[in-house]
């Protein structure tokens, strides 16, 4: 169809390294309770399998823009990523194939409404106004890649303060197993991005503060809450 009756919206596009065009962003994948130490933290079962929800595609923040404090909340928390990239869909894909699914990988936060969270789990309310809210997902450029899924550090700092540090190796569901899960879950297509699940150590966020976040071979970002 050629015509529509309001301007169409934008893609959202993130950066890639050393290309001059854009990773289109279809749709945004997170995992939740990905690492035992922060499942803990999070008051959950050692037990509970990890769990999908989502986010806006628009949610996402390029590199080198700020992320304004959302409304309606009190209590504003960070969480640092890996990011899967997918560069080839399907669906039911094989954990032994699914690397082959993956286009790059880049670093993110899963910015939290923590308090609407809570209040959402106390009554079994779904997430979407604790997790998908405008520019809640801040990004790095994507880093293209071949072969083995990283592994190494994973790593936030708060105005300097380290306030997470752990390793990608330490997440109970690995990138294949994700990927593969999610696949018989949803049809996986060119342009889902997985945010993978947050290790230990998250914690409140005011305006002004500069955070940084990396994970080793994979990148870094740095983004103000504004
Ligand atoms: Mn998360």
């Not at 289109?24 to 922060?38: K, M, S």
């Not at 994973?154 to 899960?181: F, H, P, T």
């Amino acid at each position: 169809m050629a015509d529509f009756v309001i301007a169409p919206p934008p893609v959202p596009v993130v950066p890639v390294e050393g290309e001059t065009g854009g990773f289109p962003v279809r749709r945004i994948l997170c995992v939740g309770r990905n690492y035992t130490a922060h499942r803990i933290e999070m008051g959950g079962d050692d037990r509970d399998p990890p769990i999908f929800f989502t986010k806006p595609a628009d949610a996402v923040v390029p590199p080198g823009r700020d992320a304004a404090y959302p409304p309606r909340t009190n209590d504003l928390h960070h969480e640092i990523e890996l990011v899967v990239a997918i560069g080839t869909g399907g669906t039911d894909i094989a954990v032994e194939t699914a690397l082959g699914h993956v286009y790059g990988y880049a670093v993110g936060v899963d910015l939290t409404r923590r308090d609407l969270q809570n209040a959402a789990k106390d009554k079994g309310y779904p997430w979407d106004a604790a997790k998908g809210f405008d520019e809640s997902a801040p990004i790095s450029a994507i880093r293209r890649w071949n072969g083995p899924e990283p592994v190494g550090r994973i790593g936030l700092s708060v105005n300097g303060k380290s306030r997470q540090n752990a390793v990608v190796a330490d997440m109970i569901w690995n990138v294949a197993e994700i990927v593969s899960e999610a696949s018989k879950l949803w049809t996986l297509a060119p342009g889902d991005l997985i945010y993978t699940g947050t290790p230990e150590g998250v914690g409140p966020l005011v305006r002004g503060d500069l955070v940084e976040g990396e994970v080793e071979g994979v990148g870094k970002l740095a983004f103000r809450i504004v």
